[in-house]
């Protein structure tokens, strides 16, 4: 491990934000379903702004009000940022890791996690799949971040909740590990003094 050599990559849900359950699980579960494939996609890559699909989405479920007002509920409920993990981040911070978000986001989430949920002051920037162009787990997600960090991708170190998007990062030559916890995280990441990667 060398802070020096290598960056840092995070997944946000599951790894630095806590869902015990997502916001949108109280609604029927059709519409969300057809929204998260297809609009939510849209949006995630960067291809169209999620609250132009709003209006629409918010008609099926039945929710009245502004698009604004809505989602602006919908991020503060899924704000839950994990707190065990954001203090690892601070330290890994300190020992001089370049740290950076790799997640499935679109643009007005991803604003709202730096700035509400306090992963701005926690890392260098983002990886985001709008920025990006690109979701995990495409091939074409790992193949552009590794271009734009410009490093070997074995000196990439990627940690990720799911099993499908560390397979994928590994095939793409990726350090990458399965997040499980954070007491395994400060183990393999050396800050409890030994190293399992």
Sequence with gaps: MNPKTQILLLDVDGVLIELPDFYCSRFESGPVREFFAGPFQSASTGQSDLLDHLPDFMDQIGREGTPQDFYREWLDYENRPHTPMLDAVREL??????????????AHRTAHLLRESGLEELVDGHLASYAVGHRKPSAAYYAAVTEQLGKPPQDVIFWDDSAENVTAARAAGWQARLFTDVASFRQAMELDGTAQL
């Design 93 to 106: 911070r300190t020992l001089g890791w370049r740290i950076y978000l790799a997640t499935n986001q679109e």
